[in-house]
């Protein structure tokens, strides 16, 4: 802009009268941004005219001192003034009354969203400070100037949404053709033509394949990251970034790397675009690319098109992998991966009631760990009853029978597919092995080469260079012991011994199922190798259990089943059973003969044994009252008890509940008593009137309601609970 020119705005923004000496008195601030760092490389002459607003303020009548640049914006988005530093400090100066005067080249240097824009305006009025760019100098508080400023607001913003929308355009119209260059995973390469392709170095593409095959073969990431782990291989890529852009690095395997690798479509050839979205209500301010990124479904990719890029898997495998993968996931709706507990069908096991997938669970007793299926989705998500619950280990026992001898006439083919596996495995790494040792050889050559061309002159370079070879050979004699040691515990074939120990465990299938080496997690594969899903259902709280295995391909087998239950007046012929028994006690038998007649007559324990001990027979007699005098009675001349006193054994059959329960309750301290002095030492419960009908009344209560706080208040009789506070920490 020439001398005259300057002069002659100046004169004409003098005579409008806006510059004043109050504005004056404050600063000149001259506000320098471009938007990209790419900008202000390329456009160096847009960063000087802006610069040359100092000149300006000086015209207008600021001395150069009190003439403040705030460029700290240069090279960031005026998208949202969150991510400007140089903005806030800006805005903070207007509001405490230093500034007088704010210049920019355009008003789009300033803000481009509508809501900074309209706050900068706002807060210029309030403190009196006046805006200037190219075209003029505006004072907010004057009307047709602040009408001019909020339609350049819409304009820039209109501007933003007009360029965002033109790039946004260009590249999914580039993706749409498979042009545009998105970032490629480990095991590609981007030509200097652009087109993509697989990485040159073997190594790189034998590792991917490696991973792919032992995913298909193991079924879990984890288990693919432990035989990584386990024989030492990396994964080789490429960098991205930094002066070694392009160099081949190999780093160890992890968890979420595997994931990624067998989430990407581009190992299945599938260029894709637009898979993922950043939710902006999640965006940190002064982090970029911060902000929740939520995957997209395949049908919700703005770009697919398969077969654009070389390929490693099919498209069916990948699809494979990613239903493979959401299985395992732990939620209601999957099976889940195999993992080591004793439960055999954890993740099969269906509700015949509500079609719900049920739970598994695991309790310790005196014989160790045991699990149960529980139908719990109804009582979890709308508080309703539970469907079924029921022994899992009977349940356990049938399904393995039936797969064990399914899989019998295949013994000869499981054995030659295990000895081909184990092999195929071993080959595929005793390949990466080598591949190390050549390119272990190649860097000692090169190091020799650089060693041997140097020239002795130079002591310096020759002195690195001799301690780069060095270290090149101390690397590959390390690497020549490792595989060595490795070729030693795992060589490549199988020998005869180990794969005459294959057939024999083939042969002889129950032996592996049962051998120690089997782990609970095997078990799991196997059985979900061949069945898909079980539907149980309960005859109500009956020992009686219908099953339905559906196998792989759909064919389906049905069974009914006998389950253990917890009491045993949850029997079926528990009505047979009473009247069985008072038939043989009417015979005069004594409980060991009672005991041998039932199991003759096969009447089976609510736990399935086949015979009653004479400790439940004598129980029993007791509890149905068939032999007066031992314990039913509660008179103080027959026993010793006092008023409002009972034997364990009377009160719970007064109540009308499993003696089992009371006890435990009396052990929690929700019941009062005491054991008597004399021999057989029995229980001795107070309870009056009032405290029976208490305790009836809690027994009608739903399963598990005793072990919640509330329940301590619930007292039909209107008497205080304070001495049944101790169920509260049960």
């Known amino acids: ?32 941004r471009q938007s990209s760092r790419q900008q202000v490389l390329d456009h160096g002459e847009s960063t000087r005219l802006q610069y040359g607003l100092v000149e300006r303020a000086v015209a207008l009548g600021w001395p150069a001192s009190r003439v403040m640049v705030i ?91 007009l360029i965002k929308q033109r790039m946004a355009s260009g590249r999914l119209a580039k993706a749409a053709r498979g042009q545009l260059a998105v970032p490629l995973p480990a095991g590609y390469v981007r030509r200097p033509c652009g087109e993509v392709g697989l990485d040159p170095d073997e190594q790189v593409q034998a590792v991917i394949r490696l991973v792919f095959d032992l995913f298909e073969q193991l079924g879990t990431v984890h288990a693919v990251l432990r035989f990584l782990v386990e024989h030492r291989v990396q994964i080789g890529m490429r960098e991205r970034s930094g002066p ?27 260029y894709a675009y637009g898979r993922s979205r950043t939710e902006a209500a999640r965006h940190l301010p002064g982090r970029e690319h911060s902000g929740r990124v939520r995957g997209l479904d395949a049908g919700q990719w703005l770009v697919r098109i398969e077969g654009a890029l070389p390929a490693y898997i099919t498209v069916e495998r990948y699809e494979r992998n990613l239903a493979r993968m959401a299985a395992n996931r732990a939620q209601a709706e999957s099976v889940g991966a195999p993992r080591q507990g004793p439960g055999v069908l954890a993740g099969l096991v269906v509700c015949g009631i509500c079609g719900q997938r049920m739970q598994i669970t695991y309790e310790s ?40 001898s399914a899989l019998a006439p295949a013994a000869l083919e499981v054995s030659v597919r295990a000895a081909e596996q184990i092999e195929a495995h071993r080959r595929q790494v ?66 005869a011994a180990e794969l005459a120990a294959i057939r024999a465990l083939a042969d002889d299938i129950p032996a592996l199922w049962s051998a120690p080496t089997t782990s609970a997690a095997d078990h799991k594969k196997l059985v979900r190798a061949v069945v898909e899903r079980v539907q149980v259902t309960a005859d109500g709280a009956g020992e009686n259990v219908h099953a339905v295995v559906t196998w792989a391909g ?88 006092g008023p409002d006193q009972w034997w364990l054994a009377s009160l719970a059959r007064e109540i009308g509940m499993p003696m089992a329960t009371l006890s435990g309750w009396l052990r929690r301290g929700w019941v009062t008593g005491r054991q008597d002095t004399r021999p057989p030492y029995r229980w001795i419960i107070t309870a009056d009137r009032a405290e029976t009908e208490r305790l009836r009344a809690l027994h009608q209560l739903p399963a598990g309601y005793h072990n919640r706080r509330r329940w301590t208040d619930y007292d039909p009789a209107g008497r205080g609970t304070n001495e049944h506070q101790g169920a509260q920490g049960s």
């Not at 100046?10 to 404050?26: A, F, M, N, S, T």
């Not at 041997?452 to 012991?481: F, K």
């Open 365 to 404: 007793n005196q014989h160790g760990l045991i699990h149960r299926y529980c139908c719990q989705r109804r009582h979890h998500t709308y508080g309703q009853p539970r469907c079924q619950q029921m022994a899992g280990g009977f349940l356990d026992d049938h399904v393995v029978a039936q797969v064990l």
């Open 430 to 495: 005793e390949r990466i092995w080598r591949q190390r040792l050549e390119r272990a050889e190649f860097a000692c050559d090169r190091a020799r080469r650089q060693y041997q061309l140097a020239e002795p002159e130079h002591r310096l370079v020759v002195r690195q260079l001799e301690h780069e070879w060095e270290q090149a050979l101390t690397a590959r004699q390390q690497l020549v012991e490792d595989y060595e040691r490795f070729s030693r515990e795992r060589p490549m074939r199988l020998s």
């Open 554 to 641: 759909g064919h389906q087998t049905h069974a009914d089943l006998i389950r253990p239950v917890a009491r045993i007046d949850q029997l079926s012929y528990y009505p047979a059973l009473t009247a069985r028994i008072g038939a043989l006690v009417g015979e005069g038998l004594d409980n060991a003969a009672i005991a041998d007649r039932l199991a003759s007559e096969g009447f089976r324990t609510p736990h399935l044994h086949e015979r009653f001990h004479v400790g439940e027979i004598q129980h029993l007699i007791r509890r149905l009252g068939l032999r007066p005098g031992l314990d039913h009675d509660r008179s103080t001349d027959q026993g010793g008890l």
């Open 71 to 161: 460029d700290e914006d240069l090279g960031r988005s005026a998208a949202n003034a969150a991510d400007r530093p140089g903005f806030a400090r800006l805005v903070t100066e207007i509001t405490m009354g230093h500034v007088g005067l704010v210049l920019g080249l355009e008003m789009s240097r300033l803000a481009r969203a509508g809501r900074d824009w309209h706050q900068l305006v706002e807060l210029c009025s309030l403190s009196g400070a006046l805006l200037a760019d190219a075209d003029g100098v505006y004072d907010p508080n004057w009307y047709n100037d602040r009408l001019l400023l909020g339609l350049k607001g819409t304009m820039t913003e209109v501007e933003l949404h």
């Open 244 to 270: 070694g852009k392009g160099e081949l690095v190999w780093r160890a395997p992890h968890q979420q790397g595997l994931i990624n690798m067998l989430r990407n479509p581009a190992y299945a050839g599938i």
């Open 1 to 32: 802009m020439g001398g005259a020119g300057v002069r002659s705005m100046l004169l004409r923004e003098r005579e409008d009268g806006k510059v004043q000496g109050r504005h004056r008195d404050r600063l000149a601030v001259v506000y320098v």
